[in-house]
Structures are given as structure tokens and as C-alpha cells.
């Protein structure tokens, strides 16, 4: 029996080198250890033996189990600092180490952006400061102050949202040439960008929301060709060079006389092609001499001061430059579409 329990001791000791992790000691302790393990079993049979027997090998099997114990206590503690050093290993973080970049995709400009930025530096350039005005506006500024009072026929030239009788969503950025007219020291030139609203299906060339940009030149002295060459050198800024410029005569109650502004068609270079219905010229905005009811409807004096205008869709310009042919594509911000103005 002494030799039976030298073997346990022994194969178990063997065993307990070569354990790997928690659970195989756990399996090993019981089989040696446990209540119907191999060291259990031999002390059971002790009953058989004589007194001096059953001491000596009760003894023998006590220090046995004692060692055991300790051993797979030992063995225990090994294996955990084991995992544990793992787990740091596998988790450790140099924190000396460059910072990993993630490509985090960078975003690109609206072209409405870019051709306001375009049309908004040419004319810093010739002395302008830029302005902006409300979005939900007073019906007075939107039109009766621009020489549109209540009942004007006009009025059906921009189907409108209205808020009450009093307040709309602005159909242009044209109020806030009133507003600068009634607030500013003149003279001024002022260039006014905006988004602006009128009740319109969206389709390939309308949108509810777009955006115009005003130009507002007041001065003692200003003419027609002041106009036409401020008009020209922005064209030309966002265009190039070699776009011509024309005024066509046309109608708005807020100039006299007005104009529309027709560019040589950027598609064929003007010589006509089916984006210009063969006229080799395409309609970018409207314009004219600031009529002298809407100077003194804003408390300012006709005689004294003369002043020109223009208001040009920013949607229509960037539509033109960059081939856009869908307005929508301008105000869905689809990243696909935005991605191609880096
Ligand atoms: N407000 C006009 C529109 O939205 C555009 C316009 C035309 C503005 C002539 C002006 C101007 O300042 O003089 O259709």
C-alpha cells in the first residue's frame, strides 16, 4: 500500500508538471484528491489493516495529501500569474507609439459654395463688403418697398410662401437691399448672398430652395456701363476669360430700366448648340438701374443718389460651370455628387 500511494504521489506529481491550464488542474485535483479520487480510495481500504498499520500509513497518506494540496496550490497561483502576464501581453498598448490615423474621408465643398466664394472675391476685389439679411421677412421688404405694393401684378412673378399676411419666406434676396438702403451710410457696395424660397415642384431646374446672390452699388454717380462692367468682371472671374457678357432688355418693378444678363453659352462657345436652343447666349440673371421708388421708399433721396443691382441665382452659375444638369443633385448633399468639387 506504501508503494500504491508512493505511485499516486508520483504519477500525480508528473501530471501536475505538464497541466496547462486551470481546468485541467481542477480536472487532476479531483481525480487524485476529490471524494472519489485515487488518494480517497487507499485510506478507505485502511480498515483492513492493524493498528500500527493504519498509523503508519495514515501518517504516510496525510503528508501525501498535505503535499499535494500545496503542490497544486502552487501550481494553481504559477498558472494564474501565467494568464495574467498573457492577458497584459495581449492587451498591452505602447503608449510611445505613433498615433494610428484613420482615414477619416474628408468632405468637399457644395459647388454652391464654391461659386459664391468665386463671384464674392472678384467683386471684394472691386471694393465690395458683403451683407445678409434675413430668411423669414417682413412682405413690406420682400416687395412693397421694392416698388411692389399690394395688388401689384408683379407679385404673381414669385409664387411665395407665406407665414401670416405680414411675414413670408423670402422670394429673393432683393429685401435686403432695402434693409441696407434704410440702415447703412451711403454710399455702399454691397454684395448679399441667400437662400431664398418660392412654391415650386422640384425638377430638373427648380427647387423651393435656392440660392441667390444680390448685388447693390450706390453711389452719386453710377451708370449703366458701371453695371455692365462689374457684371462682366465676375463673369469672366467664374467663367474664364473669354466668356462675353450681354444685358438684354427685360422687366422688374425694383430697377429702370432692367436687364436680363445673358452669358455666350458655355457648352458650344456661342455658336449655338441645344443647350442654348441655338441662340449661342444663356440667361443667368436679372438686373437694372435701382428704380428711384424704391431709393426713396427707404427713406434716401432720388436725386441725390443713383444705384444699380443684380440678382443672380448662385444654384444656375454653378449648374452652368460645372455641367450640372439636375438642381436637386445641388441641395441633396449625396457625398457621391459633393465628392467631385475637392
Ligand atoms: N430679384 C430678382 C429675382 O429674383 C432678380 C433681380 C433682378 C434682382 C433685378 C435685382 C435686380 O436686384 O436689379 O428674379
Redesign the pocket.
Known amino acids: 500500500m506504501f508503494e500504491e500511494l508512493l505511485k499516486i504521489r508520483e504519477a500525480a506529481l508528473k501530471e501536475l508538471e505538464a497541466i496547462k491550464n486551470a481546468d485541467e488542474l481542477n480536472e487532476l485535483s479531483t481525480q487524485v484528491l476529490g471524494r472519489g479520487g485515487k488518494l480517497t480510495a487507499i485510506l478507505r481500504t485502511m480498515g483492513k489493516l492493524s493498528q500500527e498499520e493504519r498509523a503508519a500509513l495514515g501518517q504516510k497518506a496525510n503528508s501525501v495529501k498535505q503535499e499535494l494540496l500545496e503542490k497544486f496550490e502552487e501550481r494553481k497561483a504559477a498558472l494564474y500569474e501565467l494568464a495574467e502576464q498573457k492577458k497584459i501581453e495581449r492587451e498591452e498598448i505602447d503608449v510611445t507609439l505613433p498615433g494610428v490615423r484613420r482615414a477619416v474621408p474628408m468632405g468637399a465643398l457644395n459647388p454652391l459654395t464654391l461659386v459664391y466664394r468665386e463671384i464674392r472675391d472678384a467683386l471684394i476685389g472691386l471694393g465690395f463688403t458683403t451683407f445678409e439679411g434675413p430668411e423669414i421677412e417682413y412682405d413690406e421688404y420682400n416687395f412693397t418697398l421694392l416698388n411692389l405694393p399690394p395688388n401689384h401684378p408683379a407679385r404673381d ?2 409664387d411665395t410662401f407665406y407665414v401670416n399676411d405680414k411675414v413670408l419666406l423670402r ?4 429685401p435686403c ?1 432695402a434693409r441696407a438702403l434704410k440702415t447703412l451710410d451711403l454710399p455702399f457696395r454691397l454684395v448679399i448672398p441667400g437662400r ?1 424660397f418660392r412654391v415650386d415642384e422640384p425638377d430638373a431646374s427648380h427647387s423651393p430652395v435656392f440660392m ?1 446672390m ?3 452699388v450706390v453711389d452719386r454717380n453710377v451708370s449703366i456701363a458701371d453695371l455692365k462692367g462689374t457684371i462682366d468682371s465676375f463673369v469672366k472671374a467664374v467663367f474664364g476669360e473669354n466668356v462675353e457678357s450681354r444685358l438684354r432688355p427685360s422687366y ?1 418693378p ?2 429702370e430700366p ?1 436687364a436680363e444678363v445673358d452669358i455666350s453659352c458655355t457648352i458650344c462657345g456661342g455658336k449655338g448648340c441645344s443647350s442654348c436652343k441655338g441662340t449661342g447666349w444663356m440667361e443667368i ?4 438701374i ?1 428704380n428711384p421708388h424704391e431709393i426713396e421708399n427707404c427713406g434716401k433721396s432720388p436725386d441725390e443718389w443713383r444705384a ?4 443672380v441665382g448662385v444654384d444656375r452659375v454653378a449648374c452652368l460651370k460645372y455641367g450640372i444638369s439636375d438642381i436637386r443633385l445641388i441641395y441633396e448633399g449625396d457625398g457621391r455628387f459633393l465628392s467631385q468639387f475637392k
Open positions: 412673378m414669385q422670394t429673393h434676396t432683393s437691399e431664398c441667390q444680390e448685388g447693390l422688374f425694383f430697377t432692367s440673371m436679372g438686373c437694372g435701382t444699380f443691382a443684380w440678382g
